[in-house]
Protein backbone atom coordinates (compact mmCIF):
# COMPACT_ATOMS: atom_id res chain seq x y z
CA UNK A 1 0.00 0.00 0.00
CA UNK A 2 1.16 3.36 -0.92
CA UNK A 3 1.64 5.93 1.80
CA UNK A 4 0.47 8.98 0.91
CA UNK A 5 3.57 12.19 1.43
CA UNK A 6 2.87 14.57 4.44
CA UNK A 7 2.32 18.18 3.43
CA UNK A 8 5.26 19.98 3.20
CA UNK A 9 5.46 23.19 5.29
CA UNK A 10 8.66 25.86 5.11
CA UNK A 11 9.14 28.11 7.98
CA UNK A 12 11.37 31.07 7.23
CA UNK A 13 12.34 33.08 10.39
CA UNK A 14 15.90 34.33 11.95
CA UNK A 15 14.26 33.72 15.12
CA UNK A 16 15.58 30.37 15.41
CA UNK A 17 13.27 29.56 19.11
CA UNK A 18 10.07 30.16 16.98
CA UNK A 19 11.33 27.91 13.89
CA UNK A 20 11.88 25.05 16.44
CA UNK A 21 8.81 25.92 18.67
CA UNK A 22 7.02 25.84 15.62
CA UNK A 23 8.25 22.49 13.36
CA UNK A 24 7.49 20.70 16.79
CA UNK A 25 3.85 21.52 16.97
CA UNK A 26 3.27 21.26 12.84
CA UNK A 27 5.70 17.76 13.36
CA UNK A 28 3.29 16.81 16.46
CA UNK A 29 -0.22 17.28 13.99
CA UNK A 30 1.62 15.19 10.33
CA UNK A 31 3.44 18.04 8.79
CA UNK A 32 6.68 17.59 6.89
CA UNK A 33 8.84 20.81 7.83
CA UNK A 34 11.79 22.91 6.57
CA UNK A 35 13.15 25.28 7.80
CA UNK A 36 15.36 28.49 6.62
CA UNK A 37 16.71 31.44 8.73
CA UNK A 38 16.60 33.81 5.57
CA UNK A 39 14.99 34.97 2.59
CA UNK A 40 18.33 33.91 0.80
CA UNK A 41 18.34 30.21 2.44
CA UNK A 42 14.49 29.82 1.46
CA UNK A 43 14.44 30.75 -2.33
CA UNK A 44 17.51 27.79 -2.42
CA UNK A 45 15.73 25.59 -0.84
CA UNK A 46 12.30 26.01 -2.80
CA UNK A 47 14.17 25.86 -5.76
CA UNK A 48 15.99 22.44 -4.79
CA UNK A 49 12.20 20.87 -3.15
CA UNK A 50 9.03 22.88 -3.40
CA UNK A 51 6.47 22.40 -0.29
CA UNK A 52 3.19 23.09 -0.21
CA UNK A 53 3.05 25.70 2.13
CA UNK A 54 5.70 29.09 3.26
CA UNK A 55 5.04 30.42 7.04
CA UNK A 56 7.51 33.26 6.57
CA UNK A 57 8.35 36.40 8.87
CA UNK A 58 7.29 39.88 7.31
CA UNK A 59 10.64 41.89 9.19
CA UNK A 60 14.13 39.78 8.02
CA UNK A 61 17.33 40.91 7.34
CA UNK A 62 18.26 40.86 3.58
CA UNK A 63 15.42 39.46 1.56
CA UNK A 64 12.03 40.66 3.71
CA UNK A 65 9.25 38.80 3.86
CA UNK A 66 7.16 40.70 1.02
CA UNK A 67 10.49 40.25 -1.02
CA UNK A 68 9.86 36.58 -0.49
CA UNK A 69 6.37 36.91 -1.34
CA UNK A 70 6.66 38.36 -4.56
CA UNK A 71 9.58 35.73 -5.40
CA UNK A 72 6.92 32.81 -4.72
CA UNK A 73 4.21 34.33 -6.64
CA UNK A 74 6.38 34.71 -9.85
CA UNK A 75 8.86 31.20 -9.33
CA UNK A 76 6.17 28.72 -7.12
CA UNK A 77 2.64 31.10 -7.84
CA UNK A 78 1.00 27.30 -6.90
CA UNK A 79 2.39 27.95 -2.82
CA UNK A 80 0.06 29.33 -0.72
CA UNK A 81 2.21 31.80 1.37
CA UNK A 82 1.30 32.68 5.51
CA UNK A 83 3.00 35.95 6.53
CA UNK A 84 4.16 36.25 10.84
CA UNK A 85 3.99 39.64 11.66
CA UNK A 86 4.21 41.59 15.32
CA UNK A 87 1.23 43.47 15.79
CA UNK A 88 3.10 46.75 15.02
CA UNK A 89 3.09 45.99 11.09
CA UNK A 90 -0.32 44.22 10.27
CA UNK A 91 -1.16 46.91 8.07
CA UNK A 92 2.24 45.69 6.20
CA UNK A 93 1.02 42.37 6.47
CA UNK A 94 -2.54 43.59 4.96
CA UNK A 95 -0.72 45.27 1.85
CA UNK A 96 0.99 41.74 1.89
CA UNK A 97 -2.37 39.85 1.14
CA UNK A 98 -3.20 42.05 -1.89
CA UNK A 99 0.37 41.14 -3.32
CA UNK A 100 -1.21 37.14 -3.49
CA UNK A 101 -0.39 36.43 0.65
CA UNK A 102 -3.26 33.61 1.23
CA UNK A 103 -3.46 34.99 5.20
CA UNK A 104 -1.33 36.26 8.06
CA UNK A 105 -1.10 35.34 11.60
CA UNK A 106 0.72 38.00 14.77
CA UNK A 107 3.15 36.88 17.38
CA UNK A 108 2.89 35.05 19.23
CA UNK A 109 0.60 33.01 17.31
CA UNK A 110 -1.91 31.25 18.80
CA UNK A 111 -1.58 27.42 17.87
CA UNK A 112 -5.05 26.51 17.44
CA UNK A 113 -5.13 29.77 15.03
CA UNK A 114 -1.89 28.82 13.03
CA UNK A 115 -3.07 25.30 12.49
CA UNK A 116 -6.66 26.76 11.09
CA UNK A 117 -4.89 28.94 8.58
CA UNK A 118 -2.41 26.28 7.36
CA UNK A 119 -5.33 23.76 7.04
CA UNK A 120 -7.25 26.74 5.10
CA UNK A 121 -4.09 27.43 2.64
CA UNK A 122 -3.07 23.52 2.08
CA UNK A 123 -7.44 23.16 1.34
CA UNK A 124 -7.14 25.88 -1.17
CA UNK A 125 -4.02 24.59 -2.78
CA UNK A 126 -5.79 21.22 -3.21
CA UNK A 127 -8.46 22.73 -4.73
CA UNK A 128 -6.40 24.74 -7.26
CA UNK A 129 -4.68 21.08 -8.43
CA UNK A 130 -8.04 19.63 -8.90
CA UNK A 131 -8.78 22.99 -11.24
CA UNK A 132 -5.78 22.57 -12.88
CA UNK A 133 -5.56 19.02 -13.67
CA UNK A 134 -9.50 19.14 -14.49
CA UNK A 135 -8.88 21.88 -17.12
CA UNK A 136 -5.97 20.00 -18.43
CA UNK A 137 -8.15 17.02 -18.71
CA UNK A 138 -10.87 19.32 -20.47
CA UNK A 139 -8.26 20.25 -22.97
CA UNK A 140 -7.28 17.02 -24.20
CA UNK A 141 -10.96 15.89 -24.11
CA UNK A 142 -12.54 18.91 -26.40
CA UNK A 143 -9.16 19.85 -28.05
CA UNK A 144 -7.39 18.32 -31.39
CA UNK A 145 -4.72 20.86 -32.22
CA UNK A 146 -6.03 23.68 -33.42
CA UNK A 147 -9.60 22.58 -32.95
CA UNK A 148 -10.97 24.07 -29.80
CA UNK A 149 -14.73 23.45 -28.37
CA UNK A 150 -16.77 22.79 -24.95
CA UNK A 151 -20.26 21.65 -27.07
CA UNK A 152 -21.23 18.15 -26.40
CA UNK A 153 -21.95 17.83 -30.32
CA UNK A 154 -18.13 18.71 -31.11
CA UNK A 155 -17.21 16.26 -28.36
CA UNK A 156 -18.61 13.73 -30.06
CA UNK A 157 -16.75 14.55 -33.13
CA UNK A 158 -13.39 14.52 -30.97
CA UNK A 159 -14.69 10.94 -29.67
CA UNK A 160 -14.79 9.95 -33.82
CA UNK A 161 -11.46 11.01 -34.28
CA UNK A 162 -9.75 9.22 -31.77
CA UNK A 163 -12.09 6.08 -32.76
CA UNK A 164 -10.97 6.13 -36.19
CA UNK A 165 -7.19 7.56 -36.15
CA UNK A 166 -5.91 4.38 -37.04
CA UNK A 167 -8.24 1.96 -38.70
CA UNK A 168 -7.19 1.76 -41.96
CA UNK A 169 -10.75 2.70 -43.77
CA UNK A 170 -11.54 5.63 -45.50
CA UNK A 171 -13.49 8.69 -43.96
CA UNK A 172 -16.03 11.19 -44.55
CA UNK A 173 -16.32 14.34 -43.53
CA UNK A 174 -19.47 16.04 -44.46
CA UNK A 175 -20.66 19.59 -42.70
CA UNK A 176 -21.22 23.49 -43.84
CA UNK A 177 -18.31 25.62 -45.11
CA UNK A 178 -16.75 27.15 -42.47
CA UNK A 179 -16.89 24.64 -39.70
CA UNK A 180 -13.24 23.29 -40.13
CA UNK A 181 -13.59 19.72 -41.86
CA UNK A 182 -9.60 20.52 -43.40
CA UNK A 183 -9.01 20.75 -39.49
CA UNK A 184 -10.52 17.44 -38.82
CA UNK A 185 -8.50 15.59 -41.70
CA UNK A 186 -5.10 17.28 -40.58
CA UNK A 187 -6.36 15.65 -36.95
CA UNK A 188 -6.62 12.36 -38.64
CA UNK A 189 -3.61 11.86 -40.13
CA UNK A 190 -0.65 13.44 -36.82
CA UNK A 191 -3.06 11.58 -34.85
CA UNK A 192 -2.18 8.40 -37.12
CA UNK A 193 1.10 6.01 -37.23
CA UNK A 194 1.09 8.04 -40.49
CA UNK A 195 1.97 11.68 -38.96
CA UNK A 196 5.24 11.04 -40.06
CA UNK A 197 4.32 10.91 -43.88
CA UNK A 198 3.05 13.33 -46.12
CA UNK A 199 -0.37 15.45 -45.50
CA UNK A 200 -1.71 16.56 -49.18
CA UNK A 201 -4.11 18.10 -50.08
CA UNK A 202 -6.65 18.64 -52.89
CA UNK A 203 -9.64 21.35 -53.29
CA UNK A 204 -11.69 19.51 -56.03
CA UNK A 205 -13.76 22.33 -56.93
CA UNK A 206 -10.79 24.85 -57.33
CA UNK A 207 -9.20 22.69 -60.14
CA UNK A 208 -10.43 22.35 -63.90
CA UNK A 209 -11.88 19.08 -64.95
CA UNK A 210 -9.33 18.96 -67.66
CA UNK A 211 -6.67 19.00 -65.38
CA UNK A 212 -7.88 17.42 -61.99
CA UNK A 213 -7.45 14.16 -63.33
CA UNK A 214 -3.88 14.86 -64.01
CA UNK A 215 -3.79 16.52 -60.42
CA UNK A 216 -5.03 13.42 -59.10
CA UNK A 217 -3.16 10.90 -60.92
CA UNK A 218 -0.28 12.29 -62.11
CA UNK A 219 0.96 12.25 -66.17
CA UNK A 220 3.91 10.80 -68.05
CA UNK A 221 6.12 12.84 -70.67
CA UNK A 222 4.53 13.48 -73.90
CA UNK A 223 1.21 12.41 -72.28
CA UNK A 224 -0.78 15.65 -73.74
CA UNK A 225 0.07 19.02 -74.95
CA UNK A 226 2.55 20.99 -72.59
CA UNK A 227 3.85 17.67 -70.53
CA UNK A 228 6.92 18.19 -71.05
CA UNK A 229 7.98 16.04 -68.47
CA UNK A 230 6.68 13.26 -65.99
CA UNK A 231 4.62 14.51 -63.35
CA UNK A 232 3.87 12.76 -60.13
CA UNK A 233 -0.15 13.07 -58.96
CA UNK A 234 -1.42 13.46 -55.55
CA UNK A 235 -2.00 9.74 -54.80
CA UNK A 236 1.81 9.13 -55.55
CA UNK A 237 2.88 12.35 -53.34
CA UNK A 238 0.48 11.16 -50.51
CA UNK A 239 1.83 7.52 -50.24
CA UNK A 240 2.05 5.95 -46.94
CA UNK A 241 0.18 9.40 -45.33
CA UNK A 242 -2.79 10.74 -45.81
CA UNK A 243 -4.70 12.32 -48.47
CA UNK A 244 -7.54 14.75 -48.57
CA UNK A 245 -9.91 15.55 -51.05
CA UNK A 246 -11.83 18.72 -50.44
CA UNK A 247 -15.38 19.22 -51.85
CA UNK A 248 -15.66 15.94 -53.53
CA UNK A 249 -19.30 16.50 -54.54
CA UNK A 250 -17.44 18.29 -57.55
CA UNK A 251 -15.87 15.68 -58.96
CA UNK A 252 -17.09 15.13 -63.23
CA UNK A 253 -18.15 11.50 -63.59
CA UNK A 254 -14.90 10.61 -65.56
CA UNK A 255 -12.95 11.26 -62.36
CA UNK A 256 -15.39 9.82 -59.83
CA UNK A 257 -14.89 6.50 -61.95
CA UNK A 258 -11.34 6.34 -61.52
CA UNK A 259 -11.17 7.31 -58.22
CA UNK A 260 -13.57 4.23 -57.35
CA UNK A 261 -11.12 2.27 -59.12
CA UNK A 262 -8.11 3.53 -57.18
CA UNK A 263 -10.11 3.03 -53.95
CA UNK A 264 -11.12 -0.65 -54.82
CA UNK A 265 -7.93 -1.49 -56.18
CA UNK A 266 -5.10 0.52 -54.61
CA UNK A 267 -3.49 1.30 -58.15
CA UNK A 268 -3.45 4.46 -60.26
CA UNK A 269 -2.53 4.76 -63.93
CA UNK A 270 -0.57 7.84 -64.80
CA UNK A 271 -2.27 9.74 -68.00
CA UNK A 272 -0.35 8.28 -70.83
CA UNK A 273 1.16 5.75 -69.23
CA UNK A 274 -0.21 2.23 -69.08
CA UNK A 275 1.55 0.16 -65.98
CA UNK A 276 -0.41 0.55 -62.53
CA UNK A 277 0.90 2.01 -60.22
CA UNK A 278 0.70 0.61 -56.44
CA UNK A 279 -0.63 3.71 -53.96
CA UNK A 280 -0.77 3.26 -50.38
CA UNK A 281 -2.33 6.18 -49.09
CA UNK A 282 -5.53 6.86 -46.85
CA UNK A 283 -8.02 8.65 -48.25
CA UNK A 284 -10.08 11.02 -46.59
CA UNK A 285 -12.66 13.17 -48.12
CA UNK A 286 -14.97 16.39 -47.51
CA UNK A 287 -18.09 17.78 -48.56
CA UNK A 288 -20.65 21.14 -47.96
CA UNK A 289 -23.29 19.31 -50.17
CA UNK A 290 -25.62 16.39 -49.83
CA UNK A 291 -24.29 13.45 -51.53
CA UNK A 292 -27.13 11.19 -50.90
CA UNK A 293 -29.37 13.64 -52.94
CA UNK A 294 -26.37 14.06 -55.57
CA UNK A 295 -26.69 10.25 -56.10
CA UNK A 296 -30.77 10.49 -56.34
CA UNK A 297 -30.63 13.03 -59.00
CA UNK A 298 -27.86 10.98 -60.51
CA UNK A 299 -24.57 13.48 -60.08
CA UNK A 300 -22.77 11.77 -57.79
CA UNK A 301 -21.73 7.82 -58.02
CA UNK A 302 -23.49 5.52 -55.59
CA UNK A 303 -20.89 3.33 -55.00
CA UNK A 304 -18.25 5.74 -54.88
CA UNK A 305 -20.08 7.37 -52.32
CA UNK A 306 -20.40 4.01 -50.08
CA UNK A 307 -16.36 3.36 -50.34
CA UNK A 308 -15.70 6.78 -49.07
CA UNK A 309 -18.70 6.69 -46.84
CA UNK A 310 -17.33 3.85 -44.43
CA UNK A 311 -16.63 5.94 -41.42
CA UNK A 312 -19.13 9.45 -41.57
CA UNK A 313 -18.05 12.54 -39.65
CA UNK A 314 -20.68 15.01 -39.16
CA UNK A 315 -19.79 19.00 -37.91
CA UNK A 316 -22.31 20.69 -36.97
CA UNK A 317 -22.87 24.26 -38.04
CA UNK A 318 -21.69 27.72 -35.95
CA UNK A 319 -25.39 28.06 -34.98
CA UNK A 320 -25.74 24.49 -32.88
CA UNK A 321 -22.81 24.94 -30.91
CA UNK A 322 -22.94 28.64 -29.58
CA UNK A 323 -21.14 28.00 -26.09
CA UNK A 324 -18.31 27.70 -28.43
CA UNK A 325 -18.01 31.68 -29.77
CA UNK A 326 -16.83 32.72 -26.82
CA UNK A 327 -13.70 30.37 -26.47
CA UNK A 328 -13.42 30.24 -30.16
CA UNK A 329 -13.45 34.27 -29.92
CA UNK A 330 -10.76 34.38 -27.57
CA UNK A 331 -8.59 31.71 -29.27
CA UNK A 332 -8.54 33.97 -32.81
CA UNK A 333 -7.99 37.11 -30.61
CA UNK A 334 -4.39 34.90 -29.17
CA UNK A 335 -4.04 33.96 -32.65
CA UNK A 336 -3.82 36.97 -34.58
CA UNK A 337 -2.55 39.31 -31.74
CA UNK A 338 0.28 40.85 -33.60
CA UNK A 339 -2.48 42.31 -36.12
CA UNK A 340 -3.34 44.75 -33.32
CA UNK A 341 0.43 44.76 -31.67
CA UNK A 342 -0.87 42.82 -29.07
CA UNK A 343 -2.78 45.20 -27.24
CA UNK A 344 -5.95 43.49 -28.27
CA UNK A 345 -7.37 41.12 -25.34
CA UNK A 346 -10.56 41.48 -24.60
CA UNK A 347 -14.27 41.84 -25.79
CA UNK A 348 -17.24 44.16 -24.86
CA UNK A 349 -19.96 42.19 -23.22
CA UNK A 350 -22.52 43.40 -25.48
CA UNK A 351 -20.55 42.54 -28.47
CA UNK A 352 -20.52 39.49 -27.39
CA UNK A 353 -24.06 38.91 -27.19
CA UNK A 354 -24.12 40.06 -30.58
CA UNK A 355 -22.13 37.18 -31.69
CA UNK A 356 -23.90 34.32 -29.62
CA UNK A 357 -27.54 35.44 -31.47
CA UNK A 358 -26.07 35.92 -34.66
CA UNK A 359 -26.72 33.27 -37.59
CA UNK A 360 -23.15 32.52 -38.47
CA UNK A 361 -23.78 31.52 -42.05
CA UNK A 362 -20.21 31.72 -42.69
CA UNK A 363 -19.24 29.20 -39.65
CA UNK A 364 -15.72 29.65 -37.96
CA UNK A 365 -14.46 31.30 -41.18
CA UNK A 366 -16.84 34.09 -40.93
CA UNK A 367 -15.78 34.23 -37.48
CA UNK A 368 -12.16 34.16 -37.68
CA UNK A 369 -12.40 36.49 -40.74
CA UNK A 370 -14.35 39.35 -38.44
CA UNK A 371 -12.26 39.07 -35.42
CA UNK A 372 -9.22 39.80 -37.60
CA UNK A 373 -10.91 42.83 -38.94
CA UNK A 374 -11.87 43.49 -35.67
CA UNK A 375 -8.41 43.48 -34.32
CA UNK A 376 -6.82 45.42 -36.92
CA UNK A 377 -9.33 48.58 -36.56
CA UNK A 378 -9.75 47.75 -32.76
CA UNK A 379 -7.64 51.52 -31.03
CA UNK A 380 -7.87 50.05 -27.21
CA UNK A 381 -7.78 46.83 -25.54
CA UNK A 382 -11.11 45.51 -26.47
CA UNK A 383 -13.23 44.96 -29.20
CA UNK A 384 -16.66 47.47 -28.87
CA UNK A 385 -17.48 46.61 -32.16
CA UNK A 386 -18.19 44.01 -35.27
CA UNK A 387 -19.08 44.28 -38.11
CA UNK A 388 -21.88 41.83 -38.29
CA UNK A 389 -23.42 41.91 -41.58
CA UNK A 390 -27.02 42.52 -41.74
CA UNK A 391 -29.63 40.18 -43.15
CA UNK A 392 -32.35 41.30 -44.48
CA UNK A 393 -35.12 38.66 -45.50
CA UNK A 394 -35.54 38.55 -50.21
CA UNK A 395 -39.34 38.63 -51.04
CA UNK A 396 -40.67 34.65 -50.84
CA UNK A 397 -42.10 33.89 -53.64
CA UNK A 398 -46.18 31.99 -52.78
CA UNK A 399 -46.70 28.32 -53.42
CA UNK A 400 -48.41 29.21 -56.79
CA UNK A 401 -45.76 31.22 -57.78
CA UNK A 402 -43.45 28.59 -56.71
CA UNK A 403 -44.64 26.06 -58.85
CA UNK A 404 -45.43 28.17 -62.33
CA UNK A 405 -42.07 30.01 -61.82
CA UNK A 406 -39.92 26.70 -62.66
CA UNK A 407 -38.91 26.32 -65.94
CA UNK A 408 -40.52 23.41 -67.57
CA UNK A 409 -37.92 23.27 -70.17
CA UNK A 410 -35.83 21.86 -67.90
CA UNK A 411 -34.45 18.34 -67.64
CA UNK A 412 -37.31 16.06 -65.51
CA UNK A 413 -35.11 15.90 -62.60
CA UNK A 414 -34.07 19.58 -62.70
CA UNK A 415 -37.38 20.57 -62.97
CA UNK A 416 -38.55 18.11 -60.03
CA UNK A 417 -35.90 19.63 -57.88
CA UNK A 418 -36.73 22.71 -58.20
CA UNK A 419 -40.28 22.44 -57.60
CA UNK A 420 -39.59 20.96 -54.95
CA UNK A 421 -36.83 23.17 -53.03
CA UNK A 422 -39.87 26.16 -54.02
CA UNK A 423 -42.83 24.06 -52.28
CA UNK A 424 -40.20 23.32 -49.29
CA UNK A 425 -38.69 27.21 -48.90
CA UNK A 426 -42.48 28.23 -49.11
CA UNK A 427 -43.72 25.90 -46.31
CA UNK A 428 -40.78 26.63 -44.53
CA UNK A 429 -41.00 30.32 -44.18
CA UNK A 430 -45.00 30.47 -43.51
CA UNK A 431 -43.92 27.95 -40.61
CA UNK A 432 -41.62 30.40 -38.87
CA UNK A 433 -44.42 33.12 -39.89
CA UNK A 434 -46.68 31.41 -37.96
CA UNK A 435 -44.30 30.85 -35.04
CA UNK A 436 -42.62 34.52 -34.81
CA UNK A 437 -39.00 32.51 -35.64
CA UNK A 438 -39.33 30.93 -33.06
CA UNK A 439 -37.39 27.61 -33.70
CA UNK A 440 -38.68 24.89 -31.51
CA UNK A 441 -42.34 25.44 -31.46
CA UNK A 442 -41.32 25.36 -35.79
CA UNK A 443 -39.54 22.04 -35.56
CA UNK A 444 -42.89 21.00 -33.19
CA UNK A 445 -45.27 21.78 -35.33
CA UNK A 446 -43.25 20.22 -38.79
CA UNK A 447 -42.16 17.03 -36.66
CA UNK A 448 -38.53 17.53 -37.50
CA UNK A 449 -35.14 18.47 -35.39
CA UNK A 450 -34.21 21.47 -34.92
CA UNK A 451 -31.51 20.87 -36.85
CA UNK A 452 -33.20 20.04 -39.79
CA UNK A 453 -34.64 23.52 -40.04
CA UNK A 454 -31.29 25.40 -38.95
CA UNK A 455 -29.95 23.77 -42.29
CA UNK A 456 -33.04 24.81 -44.02
CA UNK A 457 -32.56 28.44 -43.05
CA UNK A 458 -28.97 28.43 -43.78
CA UNK A 459 -29.55 27.05 -47.56
CA UNK A 460 -32.44 29.23 -48.24
CA UNK A 461 -30.92 32.18 -46.80
CA UNK A 462 -33.62 33.41 -44.09
CA UNK A 463 -33.24 35.02 -41.23
CA UNK A 464 -34.92 34.07 -38.53
CA UNK A 465 -35.15 37.28 -36.33
CA UNK A 466 -36.94 38.93 -39.54
CA UNK A 467 -39.89 36.81 -38.68
CA UNK A 468 -40.43 38.33 -34.90
CA UNK A 469 -42.95 40.92 -35.36
Known amino acids: ?148 SHSQSMKQVFRQIQQVTDADVTVLIQGESGTGKELVARALHVNSWRAAHPFVAVNCSAIPESLLESELFGHEKGAFTGAVRQRLGKFEEAHSGTLFLDEIGDTPPSVQAKLLRVLQEKTIERIGGGAPIAVEARVVAATNRNLELMMLQGDFREDLFYRLNVFPITLPPLRERLEDIPILANHFIQQYADLGKGKVKYIAPAVMSEMVSYGWRGNIRELENLIKRAIIKSSGDTITS ?52 NINQAAKNMEIDRKTIYRKIAEYHLDPASFRH
Open 1 to 148: MTIPAKPGIMIVDDDLAFRMGTQALLEDHGYAVTHAATGDEAKRKLSEEPCDCVLTDLVMPGINGIDLLQYIRNSHPEVPVIMVTGFASIRTAVDAMRLGAHDYVTKPCENAELLIKIERALDVRGKDRELKHLREELQDKFSFGTMI
Open 386 to 437: LELPTRKEPERPTADESQTSADTNAPYKDYISSIVSRAEESYLVKMLHLHKG
